[in-house]
């Protein structure tokens, strides 16, 4: 029973991170092989098992991208972050024209935007399949560029912290809820 | 075989797989047969990654294999080689191999 259990939650948790970048039919097949393979090598091999997840994630997921086609899909995820700087531009100039910047007002802009991202990157993944995790990308890259260079230097670290882990998250998020929705169809 | 199709080192190491293993090649002996034989511990990933990019070229064909037990009922998906990826095969091996002509002796001196 405990190795059953054992299988059960190790097959979830990878399924789950293999379904943010693989269609529905691979992330069965890719499993099958893993757990194939772990049987094989017995039950010590846990170690193996998990750098095979963690080693396939970034092929798998340029794979992705290359297969919605690279022009398509960097077009797609542009749209949605030019899309969401707007919203969020729109939103600050709108938040401080009332009112001084305070932790607070953080806090509740980013209840507002991350929300907004995931549904961006929810529809630009419907749109071209690899998109979500460009736009995690792009994310990752803008939000480095901005801790770096210092720009906006008035936000607070926390801030941009914030939207590191939370921006990289809400577009791996709308992804996955993409190729699991193509799943069900 | 077109000049921008030749293939990459990882596509022809897996077509050699392909063609070794027969109608048993799937992505996890394919993984196997590659780390076995080159001592490369290439992911599951970058195996599946390559295999959908030959079969975009058309040198390869899938098709889905049965559920068995071991893999948690889970489905193979099956590879096999198909002509224009023997041609591809057959190009590269000849093109490495007059590349390589009477150079033996000149790398083992390095």
Known sequence: VEKRVSRFSRTRVASWLLACVLPACDVETTLGDLEEEHAFRGEDSLWWYWSQIVRSIPTSAWASIRRGGLASTCVAAIAACATQATFELGLKAAITT???????????????????????????????????????????????????????????????????????????????????????? | MPRGDLLGSLEHIILLALVRLGPNAYGMTVRREIETRTGRDVSIGAVYSTLERLEMKGYVSSMTGEPTAERGGRAKRLFRIEASGRRALATSQDSIRRMAAGLKMRWRNV
Do not use: N
């Open chain 1, 98 to 185: 009332l009112t001084p910047y305070t932790t607070a007002i953080g806090i509740a802009s980013l209840a507002v935007t991350i929300p907004s991202f995931v549904l961006l990157s929810y529809w630009a993944s419907r749109v071209r399949p690899g998109a979500g995790m460009l736009l995690a990308l792009l994310v990752l890259i803008a939000v480095a560029i901005q801790l770096t260079v210092k720009v906006g230097g008035e936000l607070p670290v926390w801030t941009r912290l914030a939207a590191l882990l939370l921006g990289t998250s809400a577009a791996l998020t709308g992804g996955a809820l993409s190729l699991r929705r193509q799943r069900r169809e």
